[in-house]
């Protein structure tokens, strides 16, 4: 069975930091690009960041890019987000998603975590 | 970045009826379009890719056209699973943006 487990989401402080993860399994991880989208609450969906299957190309929101920094461990089959300089509009569920096929083109998800929650307040 | 225009904001349609929703796009993004469903406290989940085609295990009663700057997603007999909110992305180009959602509840 096809699996994204998000973990790491907790309440921070504004200007702290948090990594969240995602351990992936019933697939082969290396072989498929990888996104993370958050949704703050009552809100929609937000695309943050995306990662090539190698891990070189990387690809952020506006909103976050120099506080952000999405990598992965194809041999520990896990995606990670490290989340610096919180603000409380970062406050949302963060979701890693899967992109549909192999490869580092046609970004859209096709296979998504339950979620993870991050809190950023004082 | 593109914008993505979704309406309306929330669609009131009794089971079995047709219901039609739409997305627009701020610039021409071809087929590079894809619909999720989301059920409240649920993950979205994929409907339909390259505006038209429908993802694995979708039921027929959900199509998609369109292309450009235009798409539709109809859901032709709505079944009481089918009530939850509905996003366009598009993935043409960087940043992958969405649409705010259109919300189809019971009538």
């Known amino acids: 069975e096809v699996q994204l487990v998000e973990s790491g989401g907790d309440l921070a402080q504004p200007g702290g930091s948090l990594r969240l993860s995602c351990e992936v399994s019933g697939f082969t991880f290396s072989i498929y690009a990888m996104t993370w989208v958050r949704q703050a609450p009552g809100k929609g969906l937000e695309w943050v960041s995306g990662?090539?299957?190698?891990?070189?190309?990387?690809y952020y929101a506006d909103s976050v890019k120099g506080r952000f920094t999405v990598s992965r461990d194809n041999s520990k089959n896990t995606l990670y987000l490290q989340m610096n300089s919180l603000r409380a509009e970062d406050t949302a569920v963060y979701y890693c998603?899967?992109?549909?096929?192999?490869?580092?083109?046609?970004?859209?998800?096709?296979?998504w975590g339950k979620g993870t929650t991050v809190t950023v307040s004082s | 970045e593109i914008v993505m225009t979704q309406s309306p904001a929330t669609l009131s349609v009794s089971p079995g009826e047709r219901a039609t929703l739409s997305c627009r796009a701020s610039?021409?993004?071809?087929?590079?379009l894809v619909w999720y469903q989301q059920k409240r406290g649920q993950a979205p989940r994929l409907l339909i890719y390259?505006?038209?085609t429908r993802a694995t295990d979708i039921p027929a009663r959900f199509s998609g056209s369109g292309s450009g700057t235009e798409f539709t997603l109809t859901i032709s007999s709505l079944q009481s699973e089918d009530f939850a909110l509905y996003y366009c992305?598009?993935?043409?180009?960087?940043?992958?943006?969405f649409g705010q959602g259109t919300k189809v509840e019971i009538k």
């Open positions: 998603a899967r992109k549909h096929g192999a490869g580092d083109y046609n970004f859209y998800m096709d296979v």
């Open positions: 390259g505006a038209s």
């Open positions: 992305q598009q993935f043409n180009s960087w940043p992958l943006t």
């Open positions: 990662i090539s299957v190698g891990g070189g190309i990387k």
């Open positions: 610039q021409t993004i071809s087929n590079n």
